[in-house]
C-alpha cells in the first residue's frame, strides 16, 4: 500500500513539473552593446512592450514574479545596467539614458510602459523627459526623482549606517538584508533570504564610488516633472524610508496624470516583498492603459 500511494505521489509530482514547464514562457536572453561595454537581457512574450529597470542594489532579478506573468500578456524586457548581474562594468563614464536608448533600438522597441524601482524610476523619468515619444506609461516603484535631494536621515538611514562599509561588498550585503529597516519589512525572512541570494555579496562598481561614474542629465528632472503627460503609477511600500515616501508625492504633484498608493507591509523592494498586492495594483493600471 505504502509503495502505491509513493508511486501515485510521484506520478501526480511528474504531472505537475511537466504541466508547469508547458507553461512557462520561452525567454530569449543576450547581450545589447553600449559604449564601452554590454547589457544582459532577458526578453519574453508578445504584444505591447514592458520594460523593467531595478533598482540599486540588486539586478534583473528583482523582477522575478513579475517578469514571466506580465509575459503572458505583452512582450516584456528586463536587463542589467552596467556592473549588475552578468552586465560588464564600466571602463569610463557613461550614460544610463543613452544605455536604455540602446536597449530600445537594439530590441526594436518602438514605445514601452517603462517599471522603474528605485534608481531606475529616476532613470525611468530621465529617460521619458528625454525620449517622450518612446514611452507609453509608467509603474514607478518606490522612485527617486533627480534634484530633489536627500535628507541626512536617508544617508546614514536613520543613523544605523555607515557609508565607509562600501568599501566592503560582505558588510553592506548583511546591513540592506540583515539590519536595515526600510529595505525589506524585518519579518519578512523569505524575501531577505530571496535578496541574499541576488546580492551574492557582489556590490555593483557605482555603489562602491571606485572611480568611474555615469554621466547626470542635462535637466533636473524635478524641475520638469510637468512635461511628463503618459499616464502613471508610483507605487510606495508602507514602511519604506521617510526620503522616498517624500520623492515619490513630489513625483506625484509634479506629473498630471499619476496616481499613488501605499502597498501596506512592505518596505523598499515591494515586487519581491509584496508581489500579489504588487500585481494586483499593476494589472489594474495596465488595463486601464488598454481601454
Known amino acids: 500500500m505504502k509503495t502505491q500511494t509513493l508511486t501515485i505521489c510521484l506520478l501526480v509530482l511528474t504531472v505537475t513539473n511537466l504541466f508547469s514547464q508547458n507553461n512557462s514562457i520561452a525567454v530569449d536572453s543576450g547581450y545589447v552593446n553600449v559604449d564601452g561595454g554590454k547589457l544582459y537581457y532577458e526578453m519574453a512574450g508578445n504584444g505591447k512592450n514592458i520594460v523593467l529597470l531595478h533598482d540599486g542594489m540588486v539586478d534583473r532579478q528583482i523582477w522575478d ?15 542589467d545596467r552596467r556592473a549588475y548581474g552578468k552586465s560588464s562594468n564600466p571602463q569610463t563614464n557613461y550614460s544610463h539614458i543613452d544605455d536604455l536608448y540602446q536597449v ?11 517599471f522603474g524601482m528605485s534608481s531606475g524610476g529616476g532613470l525611468a523619468i530621465d529617460f521619458t523627459l528625454e525620449y517622450p ?3 507609453d506609461g509608467l509603474v514607478l516603484v518606490g522612485a527617486v526623482v533627480g534634484g530633489y535631494g536627500y535628507t541626512l ?16 561588498s560582505e558588510k553592506v550585503q548583511k546591513y540592506f538584508v540583515e539590519i536595515d529597516p526600510y529595505e ?5 525572512t523569505q524575501a531577505k533570504e530571496k535578496v541574499k541570494k541576488i546580492m ?3 556590490i555593483p562598481t557605482d555603489i562602491r564610488n571606485d572611480g568611474y561614474y555615469s554621466f547626470r542629465p542635462e ?3 524635478v524641475k520638469f516633472l510637468s512635461e511628463i503627460k503618459v499616464p502613471t503609477l508610483i507605487l510606495v511600500g508602507e514602511y519604506d524610508i521617510p526620503d522616498v515616501h517624500a520623492h515619490s508625492g513630489v513625483i506625484n ?28 495594483s499593476v494589472m489594474k493600471f495596465l488595463s486601464e492603459l488598454s481601454k
Open 253 to 280: 504633484a509634479g506629473i498630471e496624470n499619476s496616481k499613488r498608493e501605499i502597498i501596506p507591509n512592505s518596505a523598499h523592494l515591494i515586487p519581491i516583498e509584496q508581489p500579489r498586492l504588487f500585481n494586483e
Open 104 to 114: 530600445f533600438i537594439q530590441l526594436k522597441i518602438d514605445k514601452a510602459i517603462i
Open 133 to 135: 515619444e518612446k514611452v
Open 65 to 79: 514574479e513579475q517578469f514571466q506573468e506580465y509575459a503572458k500578456e505583452y512582450r516584456v524586457v528586463r536587463y
Open 219 to 221: 535637466r533636473t528632472a
Open 200 to 202: 551574492k555579496g557582489a
Open 153 to 168: 536621515h536617508f544617508i546614514t538611514r536613520g543613523g544605523h549606517f555607515d557609508r565607509a562599509i562600501y568599501s566592503n
Open 184 to 188: 525589506i519589512v524585518p519579518k519578512n
